[in-house]
């Protein structure tokens, strides 16, 4: 948010107008003859990370839920499950066009031509999704270029990404600990209570009125983490997540509204649900512990992207929600896209960390999420939302050496 002046309007009460007009004339002479107003620092945009969740895509397995929380047969894709979709692929391609103008825009870029080898770094989770997505957003960042993106080969799994059992350690106790402080007093069965009237909503959906149907059959549950394995929800407010999402994905890959929530579903209705997809993540991925561990052979790239004078201006991470998240709790940002829920992470979605110099040199580092809103994505793209966060301890502009401190605690 930037500073704004406000007329105090009950100066001058109980006097005269002519008498508020002087007075306001008064000062305004004042502060045009004593204290000129004060100029914005100008800054130079000078390296930025991206850590973006990968394009839309059908649910990860068909059929998306048990048949005993629906038993309607879902849509069908046009590709594999858990694969990028063409109307992601386009709506990708139009992030990355849009990417490019801001970067020009700040004069990171030229506004022609390819990006000087080098000077950006696409790193890509070995989905096909992931390594699909990176492709768009080359495609439209730099037509033509044919800007390569690292990844293993499909579907190898990638310690970068997925860095438990892969030699990375959680401490339980310490995770567990924090799980349960974002649940709250009273433990998952309060959440449950809290959540009835949007587990009705979902289940009306779902079910249609059909008894022996629907989420809220199983009381939600929270299975502890361990070493080698995150904490996890199983039940009612798991298979909500899980509903919502399909539901919000339909939506978002433009199918016709008979086919959104089985013709149940209307636009808010999805909106409201994906409340249960940013709850799934405000308990299990942002929570400090968590969030450090599962991003911890991500975090010294991320601070070498900033530091080191050799590498990429533009570094990229084609990623999953999981991982947006993770970094939205371990910088304790918080963000509102329209047509989602507060920290949902939206297909295509970023968390942006940019990189600028003032005019003595001094970097700084401010931090946005930058999306599609929810009705453009299902449009196929449009001009992104954008947003700058505030960092705890840093606001919305932090010192440089500050922030990467943050990164390596």
């Given amino acids: 948010m930037h500073p704004t002046l406000r007329a105090n309007e009950e100066y001058g009460r109980g006097t005269s107008m002519r008498r508020s007009t002087l007075t306001l004339a008064l000062a305004l002479a004042g502060l045009g003859s004593s204290a000129a107003p004060a100029k914005t620092p100008a800054f130079k945009l000078d390296r930025v990370v991206l850590m973006m969740r990968h394009g839309v895509r059908p649910p990860t397995k068909a059929p998306a839920l048990p048949a005993s929380v629906t038993p309607e047969r879902w849509p069908d894709w046009a590709v594999p499950p858990g694969w990028l979709t063409a109307h992601g692929t386009v709506a990708v391609t139009a992030l990355g066009t849009a990417d490019r103008a801001?970067?020009?825009?700040?004069?990171?870029?030229?506004?022609?031509?390819?990006?000087?080898?080098?000077?950006?770094?696409?790193?890509?989770?070995?989905?096909?999704?992931?390594?699909?997505?990176?492709?768009?957003?080359?495609?439209?960042?730099?037509?033509?270029?044919?800007?390569?993106?690292?990844?293993?080969?499909?579907?190898?799994?990638?310690?970068?990404?997925?860095?438990?059992?892969?030699?990375?350690?959680?401490?339980?106790?310490?995770?567990?600990?924090?799980?349960?402080?974002?649940?709250?007093?009273?433990?998952?069965?309060?959440?449950?209570?809290?959540?009835?009237?949007?587990?009705?909503?979902?289940?009306?959906?779902?079910?249609?009125?059909?008894?022996?149907?629907?989420?809220?059959?199983?009381?939600?549950?929270?299975?502890?983490?361990?070493?080698?394995?995150?904490?996890k929800l199983r039940g009612a407010l798991d298979l909500a997540s899980t509903a919502a999402q399909v539901l919000l994905l339909e939506y978002a890959d433009g199918k016709p509204m008979a086919d959104v929530g089985f013709g149940r579903a209307t636009a808010a209705d999805v909106t409201a649900l994906s409340e249960f997809h940013a709850l799934e993540f405000r308990l299990l991925a942002r929570p400090l512990p968590v969030a450090r561990a599962n991003l911890s052979l991500i975090l010294p790239t991320i601070a070498a992207a900033l530091t080191d004078p050799k590498a990429a201006r533009i570094t990229v991470f084609s990623a999953h929600d999981t991982q947006v998240?993770?970094?939205?709790?371990?910088?304790?940002?918080?963000?509102?896209?329209?047509?989602?829920?507060?920290?949902?992470?939206?297909?295509?979605?970023?968390?942006?960390?940019?990189?600028?110099?003032?005019?003595?040199?001094?970097?700084?580092?401010?931090?946005?999420?930058?999306?599609?809103?929810?009705?453009?994505?299902?449009?196929?793209?449009?001009?992104?939302?954008?947003?700058?966060?505030?960092?705890?301890?840093?606001?919305?502009?932090?010192?440089?050496?500050?922030?990467?401190?943050?990164?390596?605690?």
Wanted: aromatic fraction near 6%; glycine fraction near 14%.
């Fill in 102 to 231: 801001g970067f020009v825009r700040a004069g990171l870029l030229p506004a022609s031509g390819c990006p000087a080898a080098g000077s950006v770094a696409i790193i890509a989770d070995s989905d096909q999704r992931t390594i699909a997505t990176a492709g768009a957003w080359a495609a439209g960042f730099a037509p033509g270029c044919s800007l390569p993106s690292m990844h293993k080969p499909q579907d190898v799994d990638d310690p970068m990404f997925s860095p438990l059992g892969n030699g990375v350690m959680l401490d339980p106790a310490a995770v567990n600990a924090a799980v349960k402080a974002a649940v709250g007093p009273g433990g998952v069965g309060a959440l449950d209570a809290r959540y009835v009237p949007l587990l009705r909503k979902l289940d009306t959906i779902l079910c249609a009125g059909k008894a022996a149907c629907g989420v809220m059959q199983a009381p939600t549950g929270l299975t502890d983490a361990t070493a080698t394995s995150r904490p």
């Fill in 325 to 409: 998240a993770n970094l939205g709790g371990l910088l304790g940002v918080h963000w509102h896209v329209p047509g989602y829920a507060e920290d949902d992470p939206a297909p295509g979605g970023a968390i942006v960390i940019e990189q600028v110099r003032d005019a003595a040199g001094k970097a700084f580092v401010r931090v946005k999420y930058r999306a599609q809103p929810l009705a453009a994505l299902r449009a196929g793209g449009g001009a992104p939302f954008e947003q700058v966060l505030s960092v705890p301890g840093c606001g919305t502009l932090c010192p440089a050496d500050r922030f990467v401190a943050i990164l390596r605690q």
